[in-house]
Nanobody
Framework: QVQLVESGGGLVQAGGSLRLSCAAS????????MAWFRQAPGKEREFVAA????????YYANSRKGRFTISRDNAKNTGYLQMNSLKPEDTAVYYC???????????????????WGQGTQVTVSS
């Protein structure tokens, strides 16, 4: 099994930045891809970005490209989401997720990921 713990969410003003972290523990050798999703109230969970765990190749939802950066530190078994120029519409619960098997490009559908963190709230005020 794999356990994921997210941190780094909070309240920030529009135009500000946050960095989310996702620490993985357990059978991390079985992981191939990490992704970040987000879910706003009343909306479906949507794909933000993904990164292949071994090679570090990144993928982004078009609307987040340029403002968000996904990265990982294999030595720490930790993934990150750097979010800049935040907007009120970025307000959501952000989740990290991992899948065991690699698919290129990574899936953008939440159901295709095997492990999930508990989520961290990001609130952007106008």
């Amino acid at each position: 099994q794999v356990q994921l713990v997210e941190s780094g969410g909070g309240l920030v003003q529009a135009g500000g930045s946050l960095r989310l972290s996702c620490a993985a523990s357990g059978r991390t050798s079985s992981l191939s891809t990490m992704a970040w999703f987000r879910q706003a109230p009343g909306k479906e969970r949507e794909f933000v970005a993904a990164i292949t765990w071994s090679s570090g190749v990144t993928y982004y939802a078009n609307s987040r490209k340029g403002r968000f950066t996904i990265s990982r530190d294999n030595a720490k078994n930790t993934g990150y989401l750097q979010m800049n120029s935040l907007k009120p519409e970025d307000t959501a619960v952000y989740y990290c997720a991992f899948r065991r098997t690699i698919v290129i490009p990574p899936p953008t559908v939440a159901s295709r990921y095997d492990y999930w963190g508990q989520g961290t709230q990001v609130t952007v005020s106008s």
